[in-house]
Each structure stands twice: as C-alpha cells, then as structure tokens.
C-alpha cells in the first residue's frame, strides 16, 4: 500500500485514506454481516457505534481518546479481550471483596 499524506490538524486526505482502508478491507475481507446471536454480543456492538459516533462528533482531541477508547472496550467484550480495569470493577461490585 502507498504511502498516503494525511494531515491531522487540517483532516487533508482522511477521505482518501478512509477509501484506501475500505478498499484493501473489501479485498481480503468477507463483507457479510456476522449473525449475532448472543444479546450481550448485539448489545457490545451497539456500545461501540455509539461511542464512534460520539468520537466523530467530538470537538476536542481528549474526548474524542475516551470515545475511541470505549468503542475499543466494547468490541473487546465480543472479542474475548478483557481489561484488567473492567475486570476489576465487576469483581468489586459484584463479589463484594473487602466488605
């Protein structure tokens, strides 16, 4: 893949950089929709296209971060990667530990 000039400050060649990534996706990827079987799974899903489109509107870089990043969080409850933070969390609030 060439190397395609993008400007972070101005979003100059975002539009082409995002048709270059759609196009190499399509060529090594099947594009159908996986079934979602599970809630929790339809539910993570959803999660993170709203936290995407959250990040697409967000004004300032730091929100943006926490939106990519809970999008991120989200696909990796489908994906089986776990954050030691999360984990955390629910083992606190639902074991009680320390109480």
Known sequence: MPALPVSALTGSGIDALLQALASRVSETYRIEAPLLTRARHREALE?????????????????????????????????GMVDVEALLDVIFRDFCIGK
């Open 47 to 79: 999660e993170a296209v709203r936290a995407l489109d959250r990040a697409r509107a967000a004004a300032l870089p730091e929100l943006r971060a926490e939106d990519l990043r809970l999008a991120l969080r989200s696909l990796g409850r489908i994906t």
